[in-house]
């Protein structure tokens, strides 16, 4: 279980899965240090269901984990985590509105708003003020 408590420093970057790539894998959620990330699950009805990952923005540390394995600088290789290549590392103050493009379907962003949105928002106001 992750700490829990006040944030010490928001990063300046923080991770965001577009859910239109993710297929569900969970290969993000093995390798995060502070279980940030969880799997939604949606019934389509006929459609069938829907499965993506999504990073709980107010435990991301930034630490880039789910996107890649942390190498040395000089390592021409790079091991990516995500098969789909569905995680990015985005600048902290630009997260509400790539959150809202590309976090979940519109109808899950609009019904979650405040949660994925106003938090990254809430994070942005938190970094800019220092």
Do not use: F
């Amino acid at each position: 279980m992750a700490k829990q408590g006040a944030r010490k420093k928001v990063p300046k970057e923080l991770a965001v899965i577009n859910a239109d790539n993710c297929t569900g894998c969970e290969s993000c959620i093995e390798v995060c240090p502070v279980d940030c990330i969880t799997l939604i699950r949606r019934n389509m009805g006929v459609k069938g269901s829907h499965a993506w990952c999504e990073i709980d923005l107010e435990r991301c540390v930034g630490c880039e984990c789910c996107v890649h394995i942390p190498q040395k600088k000089t390592n021409p290789y790079e091991l990516n985590v995500c098969p789909w290549n569905a995680i990015e590392m985005v600048p902290t103050e630009n997260v509400a509105t790539v959150v809202a493009q590309i976090g979940g379907p519109p109808d899950y962003i609009e019904e979650h708003w405040d949660r994925l949105v106003g938090t990254a928002q809430r994070l942005a106001e938190m970094r800019a003020s220092g």
